[in-house]
């Protein structure tokens, strides 16, 4: 499991955002992600079963040495 990536996340909440100290550490990790949403828009879904089958036939794992 990776650390938390706090200086990220604090780079983007006081250099992109703007947000003062007191505000950032105030808020719930809900509210800094609709923020972040709000400026960056939402991460795409994870994809279809049927998609993900599609791009298993077009790229198929192989052995190296094959």
């Not at 909440?13 to 505000?23: E, I």
């Not at 809900?30 to 790229?59: H, K, T, W, Y």
């Amino acid at each position: 499991m990776r650390p938390f990536p706090w200086n990220e996340v604090m780079g983007v909440a006081f250099g992109v955002l703007r947000l003062p100290p007191g505000a950032f550490w105030g808020m719930t990790p809900r509210e800094l992600n609709c923020a972040l949403e709000a400026l960056c828009g939402s991460a795409p879904g994870v994809p279809a079963r049927s998609d993900l089958d599609q791009l298993m036939q077009r790229f198929p794992d192989f052995d190296v040495g094959q």
